[in-house]
């Protein structure tokens, strides 16, 4: 019904930038906030930033002045620049979407998330 599909991981050394993309598609009513996560070996997923249908957005204290969320309303698609990355920015990057969405004419609300796609920061 929905699908979230992540791109721009890879490999990058300690001072570098990224920009990762993803594309929400589907049966989509509606998407309220769209943000990224992470996950770094042997650690809990956390928080990396979010950003509301209006443009309000909010970082992890780790990420601020370095990342900039944003999103193309229209495209469903958010994006993550990575600026000034750091090696322990490494870590599997996750998309999430909080949305509405039909099937079979009936709306659900849910929250997406993407595959995930891999960050590494290493000289």
């Known amino acids: 019904q929905v699908q979230l599909v992540e791109s721009g991981g890879g490999l990058v050394q300690p001072g570098g930038s990224l920009r990762l993309s993803c594309a929400a598609s589907g049966s989509i009513v509606s998407i309220n906030a769209m943000g990224w996560y992470r996950q770094a070996p042997g650690r809990q997923r956390e928080l990396v930033a979010t950003?509301?249908?209006?443009?309000?957005?909010n970082y992890a204290d780790s990420v601020k002045g370095r990342f900039t969320i944003s999103r193309d309303n229209a495209k469903n698609t958010v994006f993550l620049q990575m600026n000034s990355l750091k090696p322990e920015d490494t870590a599997v990057y996750y998309c999430n979407a909080d949305l509405v969405y039909l099937m079979y004419s009936i709306s659900y609300h849910a929250q997406g998330w993407g595959q995930g796609t891999q960050v590494t920061v290493s000289s």
């Open positions: 950003i509301t249908s209006g443009g309000s957005t």
